[in-house]
């Protein structure tokens, strides 16, 4: 049994012990978190001024500083989809589908770092990290003769304190939290049995995220875009029936330049302040963390009560940390974000229901 710390309170986790079968909890694992850095590209126009960072594979050094990042692996935006994919997202796709484990992954940094292009594609050739996880995580349940699997998709966005249910019939009208463990009333869920029908939610509920133009940037999300799959398994083991849930989380968070950089207006400033709240609760909760402090402040803000499985819970975590060089401001903190958020560790463990028969299964799923 894993210690009282790790266990997942959950509503989900609740569901489990209202039902017939038996809730097996397995000892946890620790699982530190994992961070990448992807830099920017310079274009023509911007300037040519890198002094003060040196980069290699596995760190990102500010020489006046004299400061070092540590990172799993780095990356340039230039780079391949499969040279990144491969290189972090991979393993932990394979991990959640084969082992039952949570997987939560994270893309942190400036508006004008391409974050929305990396995860969710461009109208060129770029599929996007989603679609590449997608994919694989298709053709290993494909490959499983062993496991039936069923796959659910939500998808929202938190802009200003509020949530917007992207795939809903009504993607306006505004949801709210449920309880203390950052779960959504009344989220939608659809269910996606081939790769075409994930990806066909995928592009319909980007299409509903709020973009908005800012300073040098014509078109960038300034909300918190959260895109998940629910995934059961179930299979016949010992004479019983072996149902196991995970959820598979991408979490685009809102750009974290200055408000100044903004533009002036009421709105843009009350959205800048949502957004200076939303990442100062953010950074809270990972100090604390990182800090082992008993209380961790996730209900300061939406976004990071709705996170809180991915810092310092349940689930493997990735933090693809984006950033622009020639800002030195912006990139140093981003930097140190990542470098608190790799000294979290989370315990990790598949959460695991018993029944008695086939039957048994069977009559939860028509319920």
């Known amino acids: 049994r894993p210690p009282r710390s790790t266990l997942d309170r959950s509503s989900a986790a609740s569901d489990v012990y209202k039902r017939q079968g038996i809730h097996k909890m397995i000892r946890g694992s620790p699982f530190q978190i994992s961070a990448v850095a992807i ?120 802009y200003d304190e ?19 463990e950052g779960k959504v009333a009344g989220l ?22 709020q973009m908005k133009e800012i300073v040098g940037i014509k078109r960038v999300s300034r909300g918190n875009i959260f895109f998940s799959l629910h995934i059961t398994s179930a299979c016949w083991s010992h004479g019983k029936a072996v149902e196991t849930t995970r959820e598979l989380c991408f979490a685009v968070l809102a750009g974290c330049e200055k408000v100044a950089k903004t533009a002036a207006g009421s709105e843009k400033l009350k959205e800048a302040t949502c957004l200076g709240k939303s990442l100062s609760s ?42 622009v060089p020639h800002h030195f401001e912006e990139t140093l903190s981003v930097l140190r974000y990542a470098k608190r958020m790799r000294s979290i560790t989370n315990t990790i463990y598949p959460i695991t229901t018993i029944y008695d028969s086939i039957k048994e299964l069977s009559d939860y799923y028509q319920k």
């Open 39 to 158: 830099s920017k590209s310079l274009s023509k126009e911007e300037p040519r001024n890198n002094e003060g960072w040196q980069a290699n594979k596995n760190s990102v050094l500010s020489s006046i500083h004299q400061e070092i990042f540590y990172f799993d692996n780095t990356f340039e935006d230039g780079d391949s989809e499969d040279l990144v994919y491969n290189g972090s997202l991979s393993p932990m796709v394979h991990n959640c589908i084969t082992k039952g484990t949570n997987a939560s992954i994270l893309a942190y940094g400036e508006s004008s770092c391409k974050k929305e292009e990396n995860f969710f594609g461009d109208k060129l050739d770029k599929k996007g990290l989603i679609v590449e996880s997608l994919e694989e995580m298709f053709n290993l349940i494909d490959d499983d003769l062993e496991h039936f699997y069923s796959v659910e998709i939500s998808f929202f966005e938190v």
């Open 162 to 180: 509020a949530i917007y249910d992207l795939i809903a019939k009504n993607p306006l009208s505004k949801l709210k939290l449920k309880g203390a």
């Open 188 to 209: 939608s869920k659809f269910k996606a049995r081939t790769l075409v029908e994930a990806v066909y939610f995928l592009k319909k509920g980007y299409k509903m995220v």
């Open 282 to 323: 953010l950074g809270l909760v990972i100090n604390s963390l990182a800090n082992r402090r008993p209380h961790i402040p996730y209900r300061d803000s939406v976004c990071t009560n709705i996170l809180q499985q991915a810092l310092g819970k349940n689930s493997q975590t990735l933090v693809y940390t984006f950033i």
